[in-house]
């Protein structure tokens, strides 16, 4: 039997996140991981790679402000936004440095909070990073996760769309253009953390070549494709990104 998420409501200012938890092995003192979810999304498509990462250390998905089942802000919130929440969120959960995880737009989430709160962060992992320099428009973008979704699993695709429908259009609305404008490049030359880089080789939305480059912009950067998976790369092939995560952590 699967051990059970506990949830938490954590609220920091007027902005709630529900965490959800899976401890660790038992007396062990071992690495915290954060997993942050991608726009419309939750911690729901994360289930797979968190049993895995549990067996190592504690583990939090955490679902932002906005999605989920979480109220939504009265506010459009920046990328900086968010990682002011994340920060704030760990620290009344008690985490006081973590290896964080995030998968497309929680790439930037992840990249912005490694800038902003160095000490919060021991290594940083960018799961089908996002956006591109030079598809930075909604059509384009619109396309890729239209041809991506033809690639996904079925229960992928479900997860993906019973999100979207929790989350609701209007958020994921209110939150695209933050995404679309936010330079994760820029971001991601100013940290100094360990970065991994991880994307399906078939991946619609981070293409191979531009993940590479941003590979290159890191200070300490390191890249993995992981053979046939498209974008929702931590849900088809979890041993192998589990992997390729703890292997960063022992490099």
């Known amino acids: 039997m699967r051990q059970p998420l506990t949830p938490r409501v954590v609220t920091a200012g007027s ?27 939750s911690h729901r498509y994360f289930r797979r790679l968190q ?6 250390g504690d583990t939090y998905a955490i679902d932002l402000p906005g999605f989920g089942a979480t109220p939504r802000p009265d506010r459009q919130l920046s990328v900086s936004d968010y990682a002011d929440v994340i920060a704030r969120t760990l620290q009344k959960m008690g985490v006081d440095r973590a290896v964080v995880i995030g998968h497309s737009m929680g790439s930037q989430f992840a990249s912005e909070l490694a800038a902003q709160y160095p000490d919060m962060v021991s290594h940083v992992v960018l799961l089908g990073p996002v956006v591109e320099s030079e598809r930075r428009t909604v059509r384009q973008q619109a396309l890729a996760l239209g041809l991506d979704s033809l690639r996904e699993s079925p229960l ?9 429908a929790r989350s609701g259009m209007r958020w994921y ?35 191979g070549l531009w993940c590479q480059k941003l590979t290159a ?13 498209p974008h929702i790369v931590q849900h088809g092939a979890a041993s192998s990104t589990a992997a390729g995560i703890l292997a960063l952590l022992v490099d």
């Open 156 to 164: 992928g695709n479900a997860i993906v769309l019973m999100d979207y």
């Open 51 to 56: 049993i895995l990462l549990a067996r190592h």
């Open 173 to 207: 609305l209110t939150e695209l253009p933050i995404m679309m404008s936010y330079d994760i490049e820029a971001s991601l030359a100013l940290v100094a953390q360990p970065v991994l880089i991880i994307r399906g080789s078939r991946d619609a939305v981070a293409r």
């Open 217 to 229: 912009t890191a200070p300490d950067g390191r890249y993995l494709e992981i053979p046939g998976q």
């Open 15 to 41: 902005l709630t996140s529900h965490v959800h938890c899976l401890a660790g092995p038992r007396g062990a003192s071992g690495p915290v991981f954060v997993l942050l979810h991608g726009i419309g999304m």
